[in-house]
């Protein structure tokens, strides 16, 4: 199997043909995004998180209930985050709306106040996990970390979200080399406004004297949510049996799974996350097209990678966790 000179860890797919004889790139321009299905998988999270913070409120948590309850509540909340967030990614390749201003538009501001960087700056930087993955220059590197007891401590005390900041700054100091002055300070821009949001979110249930849910907000923003972020993204690309940090030239030290369509598979790696590797193999395609893709793979020559690649989340962690 040939791999894709573009798009490190994928197979080549230019010439790829179904077993009736159909090429791959002409299968590809028939599918159309499903717009109000992705609208309705970013509501419904919400809906969710807003009805869990409404049932919670209606209860007294004692001082004695606070610290018994807070990260399973955090826990709860980021899971659902993640599942409306994770449609940053989405709008990164330009399948929000047909139209790439609008696009962008609703990404920033439905978006960006919970992930805290423009949809543009964040298209740049994501290409380059797709043009590197595994590889150095790669953008998107948590994978590449093991995953044991020292690595979830750190995710659940706060200090992998320092270090993300960090990679994140240094990984922008790069992109922004060939680009104008003003737009060099857009991480600054974007974080400011996430920051607003949410301590104005973080205020008014501290005003509302809904103080257990203020405090579980807070958990979600700077530990909870950068522990899924890291946990999806090992979960999708890490090696069970990996080699170094990074691979040597010619070599691709990451992997992309397809996991199930359970309705914890569906919402831990939502916005088509859980059919990753269908995404690092045509990346421009929005995710309410996989099914359709994965049934053309599946009657084609990459029948047995795809078969190969499949998995479950448990699965997969219980083959990384090294305590």
């Known amino acids: 199997m040939k791999y894709s000179e573009k798009l490190s860890g994928s197979p080549d797919v230019q010439l790829l043909t179904s077993c009736q004889g159909v090429r791959y790139s002409e299968f590809l321009k028939l599918l159309r995004p499903n717009y109000l299905a992705v609208y309705l ?7 969710v998180i807003i009805s869990s913070m409404k049932l919670i409120a209606s209860f007294d948590f004692s001082s004695k209930y606070f610290l ?23 709008a990164g390749h330009h399948n929000l709306h047909k139209n790439k201003k609008i696009n962008d538009a609703l990404a920033n501001i439905f978006l960006t106040p919970f992930v805290g960087i423009w949809v543009e700056d964040y298209r740049r930087s994501h290409w380059q996990h797709h043009q590197h993955l595994g590889c150095h220059g790669d953008t998107e590197v948590s994978y590449l970390s093991p995953l044991n007891n020292y690595e979830i401590c750190k ?22 080399i060939n680009v104008k002055a003003t737009q060099k300070n857009n991480l600054i821009t974007s974080l400011f406004f996430m920051a607003s949001i949410q301590t104005a979110i973080v205020l008014t249930l501290f005003l509302y ?11 979600t923003i700077l530990i909870t949510d950068p522990f899924f972020s890291k946990m999806r993204q090992t979960l999708e690309h890490r090696l069970i049996l990996p080699n170094i940090n990074f691979a040597p030239e010619g070599v691709i030290n990451a992997e ?3 996991f199930g369509d359970d309705f914890f598979s569906r ?9 990753h590797l269908i995404h690092h193999l045509s990346p421009k395609i929005s995710y309410t097209n ?7 793979l599946m009657n084609s020559e990459l029948r047995n990678y795809v078969e ?16």
Do not use: D, Q
Request: net charge positive; hydrophobic share 50%.
């Open 41 to 47: 998988n970013m509501i419904f999270p919400l809906l």
């Open 68 to 90: 018994i309850f807070m990260l399973p509540a955090a826990l709860y909340f980021s899971f659902w985050k993640s599942a409306y967030t994770l449609h940053i990614h989405e």
């Open 155 to 176: 995710s659940l005390t706060g200090v992998y979200l320092l270090t993300s900041l960090r990679r994140y700054f240094k990984n922008f100091k790069n992109l922004n």
């Open 209 to 219: 004297n809904f103080k257990f849910l203020c405090i579980v907000w807070l958990l």
């Open 256 to 258: 992309n799974r397809i």
């Open 267 to 275: 919402y831990f790696g939502a916005a088509g996350f859980n059919k």
């Open 290 to 296: 996989f099914h359709e893709v994965e049934s053309f």
């Open 308 to 323: 190969s690649s499949k998995a479950s989340y448990l699965k997969v962690f219980l083959g990384l966790y090294k305590p």
